[in-house]
């Protein structure tokens, strides 16, 4: 109908929250303790597949239009909670940031990686931007220091999660 519009696999699988929920509510229901369900192979796996993938991606060069810097200062621009000095600020600490010609995802998250059998996928290229590596390094760590716990967990779940999130970071950097 003349729409511009990309025609895309299906992919059938589990994103790695999908799966780490379910691992973290059934183990928790069986009376685990909480170092058992969150130190167990299946979450252990997610976070050193996760830094695999991401490092397999960094290896690619590409030539994209759209940078790191360039959509950092779209989205610092676009954001309607800083006044014009905060974001003065911001512009000049992204102005010194490393350039890059690698391909960075944008949004590397366990909602947009999918175990399909053997295989992982990463799902939602939305924010795919050309640059350094440390633009999806640092987008991965500030979500899992700053991104919302599903609040129908209990609450010593939340606080293990928010106790120990370094630890998990700590495992993706050394896998990384």
Not at 164 to 172: A, D, P, R, T
Request: glycine fraction near 6%; hydrophobic fraction near 35%; proline fraction near 3%.
């Amino acid at each position: 109908n003349g729409r511009f519009g990309l025609i895309m696999e299906r992919i059938q699988g589990k994103t790695f929250n999908e799966i780490a929920l379910n691992h973290v509510k059934s183990c928790y229901e069986k009376g685990m303790s909480l170092d058992d369900i969150f130190y167990s192979p299946v979450i252990i796996r997610q976070i050193k597949d996760t830094a695999k993938i991401l490092y397999e991606l960094h290896q690619k060069k590409c030539d994209l239009m759209e940078t790191a810097k360039s959509s950092l200062m779209n989205s610092c621009h676009n954001n309607n909670y800083l006044n014009q000095d905060e974001k003065t600020i911001i512009y000049k600490l992204i102005e010194n940031l490393p350039d890059g010609d690698r391909v960075c995802h944008g949004d590397p998250n366990g909602g947009n990686l999918m175990y399909h059998g053997d295989k992982i996928y990463i799902i939602d290229w939305i924010n795919c931007v050309k640059g350094n590596p440390l633009y999806d390094i640092t987008e991965y760590i500030l979500m899992n220091e700053y991104s919302e716990i599903p609040t129908d967990l209990p609450d010593d779940i939340i606080k293990f999660l928010i106790e120990n999130q370094n630890e998990f970071i700590k495992i993706f950097l050394d896998e990384y």
